[in-house]
């Protein structure tokens, strides 16, 4: 059973599931998240006439099932297959792949602070799930230290542990938006200039969250890709590192015109 989840799902519930046996009236599956066995059966596997049951399930296959009826005293789990919706399944996935993502991550922890995987969980799982989320915790240390843990109460050894793992075991996806700036300086250190402005815009707008790169289109035209977490925050660097260079060119007697590149 992965982390902290009830003994057993209820109706309603989206479950991963591994095939074991397929019959000729549906198949026996592992809930993969509860280590409990349920029944998929062959009316549930699909809304159109199933001729080949194995044209659509087989044994080994990794399904999202939909929980229909849930027996604990017999032990029964009934479950289907054509109730779930192919945005369910998408969803259901990548949760279940974070949910596994961030349970390695706390026992890398453990390894490495010699704490048993429940001391771990309790001191560190925990807080962090109930405050961010746990995968989501993982990812807000990446992106903003650890003192993204140490302000919720997680003592200082565990928070550098647990910063360290995940800044070498998580790869946070990033966004990318461009922009274009065209810079006049034709003062005699008009290049110094021009240089001096996008080292002091990317100063001012120096974040963990996000990366920055400034090339030569052809003169007078610059480009500035900036890299973050999401489209909002980076169109809002975008916007100021624009501004910022056009600001510093100008006061320096040039002159400057930032547009965002579409």
């Known amino acids: 059973m992965a982390l902290r989840k009830p003994e057993w799902p209820e109706v309603g519930d989206l479950v991963v599931a591994t095939v074991q046996e397929v019959t000729d009236f549906g198949a026996y599956v592992k809930l993969d998240e509860y280590d409990k066995k349920g029944l998929l059966h062959i009316s549930e596997i699909s809304s159109s006439w199933i001729r080949n049951i194995r044209d659509f399930i087989r044994e080994g296959q990794k399904v999202v099932l939909k929980v229909l009826r849930v027996d604990a005293e017999k032990g029964h789990i009934d479950l289907s297959l054509r109730r779930v919706t192919k945005r369910e399944r998408i969803e259901k996935i990548l949760s279940w792949k974070r949910e596994r993502k961030a349970e390695t991550l706390l026992r890398t922890v453990a390894e490495k602070t010699g704490?048993?995987?429940d001391e771990v969980y309790e001191k560190v799982g925990v807080p962090i799930?109930?405050?961010?989320?746990?995968?989501?915790?993982?990812?807000?240390?990446?992106?903003?230290?650890?003192?993204t843990l140490t302000k919720i109460g997680i003592p200082e050894e565990l928070a550098t542990a647990i910063a360290e793992i995940a800044e070498e075991r998580m790869r946070v996806p990033m966004?990318?938006?461009?922009?274009?700036?065209?810079l006049r300086c034709m003062k005699p250190e008009g290049v110094k200039i021009i240089k001096e402005a996008f080292l002091n815009a990317k100063k001012a707008e120096k974040s963990r969250e996000a990366k920055?790169?400034?090339?030569?289109?052809a003169t007078p035209k610059y480009a500035i890709e900036v890299m973050a977490d999401n489209y909002k925050h980076a169109e809002t660097i975008l916007q100021k590192v624009g501004e910022n260079i056009v600001s510093n060119v100008t006061k320096a007697g040039g002159q400057g015109s930032f547009r965002r590149e579409k």
Do not use: H, T
């Open 115 to 117: 704490l048993s995987f």
């Open 129 to 147: 799930e109930k405050e961010y989320g746990l995968y989501e915790g993982f990812e807000k240390v990446v992106k903003e230290g650890k003192a």
């Open 175 to 182: 966004v990318k938006v461009k922009g274009i700036v065209e």
């Open 212 to 217: 920055f790169r400034f090339y030569v289109i």
